[in-house]
């Protein structure tokens, strides 16, 4: 694992490995405990879209590894001038340790990977947003003991938290049943990695795909960059693509709900739901910190090909 792309680059051992050291930095975490696996490490964060989350969890992260990370809003760096990702990569190499991104397309991603010599992490882009689903696997464990064998419905956009999902869940072995509207399924590539597992369905229907779930997910109608299709997609999404209570009632008794925030109440999650579940939704938030910084040691790490 050189880097953090997509979870499709990822085997189902390198996903459960992430895991299990960010199950151990969070115990180590709560006893007051941070090691300084990436001591004199700098991480740079390039932003082209808002975070709460993502900066201050990888910022957090960094620092509790004795590191430091420096935040980069692309408005500022070069990009915004026009600079080609081909050379900031070969420049930033040069100076840091890493690079965490979150931009709209997957390919200046890929691109800084395969420019660059140093690891790239994916901080959320149009296409996917790994660290997310990595936080939902780990709070799912730490919630319900096990992930192999339940069943995750997310209902809503197929947007970059649909298609993560789909792979992340598939790979760490759920089974995943996902209801989307006609014309916003989730990207045809990972349609075609779902088509090689048998327990994976997609509907447009929510509450056939909520039918026995043990976890449920949604996210917001209208993503980052898509604010301008906010009220045709209302219009589309309203009624049927909500977590409310009388969903949930057809999920099993005890599922528990994700949300990746920020959310809008009373569109894709009513307050009630929400407040049901906030212990799980906020653990969730938590998490991202201890599953990144699982993610930065094994790639940034001085061990990281142990
Ligand atoms: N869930 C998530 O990525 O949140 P931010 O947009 O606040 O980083
Ligand atoms: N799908 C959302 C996720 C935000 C964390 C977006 O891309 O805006």
Excluded at 160 to 184: D, E, R
């Amino acid at each position: 694992m050189n880097h953090l792309l997509k979870l499709q680059d990822l085997t189902q051992d390198e996903l459960y490995k992430i895991l299990d050291l960010a199950d151990q930095l969070k115990a180590e975490h709560k006893q007051g405990i941070h090691k300084p696996y990436l001591q004199g490490k700098t991480l740079g964060m390039i932003f082209q879209k808002s975070s709460t989350r993502t900066r201050v969890s990888f910022e957090v992260g960094m620092y509790q590894l004795g590191g430091q990370a420096l935040f980069l809003s692309s408005q500022d760096l070069q990009i915004g001038r026009g600079e080609p990702i081909q050379d900031t990569a070969r420049v930033l190499s040069r100076y840091l340790d890493g690079i965490m991104i979150r931009t709209f397309a997957q390919k200046e991603v890929e691109d800084l990977a395969e420019y660059g010599d140093i690891p790239i992490i994916n901080g959320l882009t149009d296409y996917a947003h790994p660290c997310q689903i990595l936080a939902d696997l780990m709070t799912i464990r730490e919630f319900k003991g096990k992930i192999k064998g339940l069943k995750m419905c997310y209902l809503g956009d197929g947007n970059n938290m649909a298609n993560s999902l789909i792979v992340g869940c598939l790979l760490a072995g759920m089974k995943v049943s996902i209801a989307t509207p006609q014309g916003y399924e989730p990207n045809a590539q990972v349609l075609e990695y779902a088509k090689g597992y048998d327990c994976f369905e997609l509907v447009n229907d929510p509450k056939v795909a909520v039918k026995d779930a043990d976890v449920v997910i949604t996210d917001v109608w209208a993503s980052m960059g898509d604010e301008g299709e906010a009220e045709e997609r209302k219009k589309v999404f309203e009624g049927i693509y909500q977590i409310n209570d009388e969903l949930m009632s057809l999920a099993n008794p005890d599922a528990m709900v994700q949300h990746c925030l920020p959310a809008h109440r009373e569109e894709e999650i009513t307050t009630s739901v929400f407040e049901k579940h906030a212990d799980e939704i906020f653990e969730e938030a938590e998490n991202r910190l201890h599953a990144q910084k699982a993610v930065m040691v094994l790639l940034m790490g001085d061990n990281k090909n142990s």
